[in-house]
């Protein structure tokens, strides 16, 4: 079992900059990809961005150029850094993690944080 709390969201205007920390615990060994997703109301979950085993990092189209996603092993807390922030960037944030337990791949979700960016 993997647990997965965020913080750092809230209201921020246009332009401006937030920083969502996603700290994991439990059985945070092997995990496979951790990153973040995003949901506005009545929209499938989209996603933002992953860090992959082996360090590689994904983005979604939207976010490439404003946001980094980073983690710090040693306190196993994976960050998304999000600047130049645009209305079209509310929804609430979920940090995800992936990994193999024997010959299944499991994904635990966090409760989410809400990002509000007003114009």
């Known amino acids: 079992q993997v647990q997965l709390v965020e913080s750092g969201g809230g209201l921020v205007q246009a332009g401006g900059s937030l920083r969502l920390s996603c700290a994991a615990s439990?059985?945070?060994?092997?995990?496979?990809?951790i990153g973040w997703y995003r949901q506005v109301p009545g929209n499938q979950r989209e996603l933002v961005a992953v860090?992959?085993?082996?360090?590689?990092?994904n983005y979604a189209d939207s976010v490439k150029g404003r946001f980094t996603i980073s983690r710090d092993n040693a306190k196993n807390t994976v960050y998304l850094q999000m600047n130049s922030l645009k209305p079209e960037d509310t929804a609430v944030y979920y940090c995800?993690?992936?990994?193999?337990?024997?010959?299944?791949?499991?994904?635990?979700w966090g409760q989410g944080t809400q990002v509000t960016v007003s114009s």
């Open positions: 995800y993690a992936e990994k193999y337990e024997g010959a299944f791949l499991r994904t635990y």
């Open positions: 439990g059985s945070t060994f092997n995990i496979n990809a």
């Open positions: 860090i992959l085993s082996g360090s590689t990092t």
